[in-house]
């Protein structure tokens, strides 16, 4: 029985090990951006990871085109643009402003702007019609049996 246990726990062994990159850099600003663009990239398998949290394939590999891009001594610009170039716009947690772009950077506003413009229109109705009516909302004959009921309800 524990022999069996220990071939298991081996085998599981083997697969829960993680990969995790090493890249060597000359200085610590090239680090530094490294880590800034590797975040910033969005891995192009995964929904809602950056290519530094992605355990992809892909990621993989464009954390070592970006290491080698840094190397070569490309600037951030030229390595985003060659992204952008290979994989869309879908790379870039934060799209460029573009005719493409303009409803994803204010569509968001412009609902925002409406909502408030549908609240007031409708908060205003309910107080016209509130107006209109008396400010119960009531029928003159129920604003009377409701003093009525309030009265009773003291003298008791």
């Known amino acids: 029985m524990r022999a069996l246990l220990a071939v298991m726990l081996l085998l599981c062994a083997g697969v829960a090990q993680a990969a995790i990159d090493t890249y060597e850099f000359n ?25 530094a949290d992605s355990n992809s394939p892909i990621a993989k590999d464009l954390r070592d085109e970006l290491h080698r891009m840094l190397e070569t001594g490309a600037s ?14 879908f790379v870039l947690y934060r799209p460029r402003m573009s005719n493409q772009t303009y409803l994803l950077w204010y569509g968001p506003a412009a609902l925002l702007v409406i909502g408030i413009v549908v609240v007031l229109v409708v908060s205003g109705k309910r107080k016209s019609k509130a107006g209109a009516k008396g400010d119960s909302g009531l029928s003159e004959q129920e604003q009377q049996r409701l003093d009525e009921l309030l009265k009773q309800d003291k003298d008791q």
């Open 27 to 51: 200085d610590e600003a090239t680090r530094e951006r490294f880590t800034a663009l590797a975040a910033e990239l969005r891995c192009p398998k995964c929904q809602n990871q950056n290519i």
């Open 76 to 89: 951030d610009d030229e390595i985003v643009d060659f992204m952008v170039t290979r994989y869309g716009e």
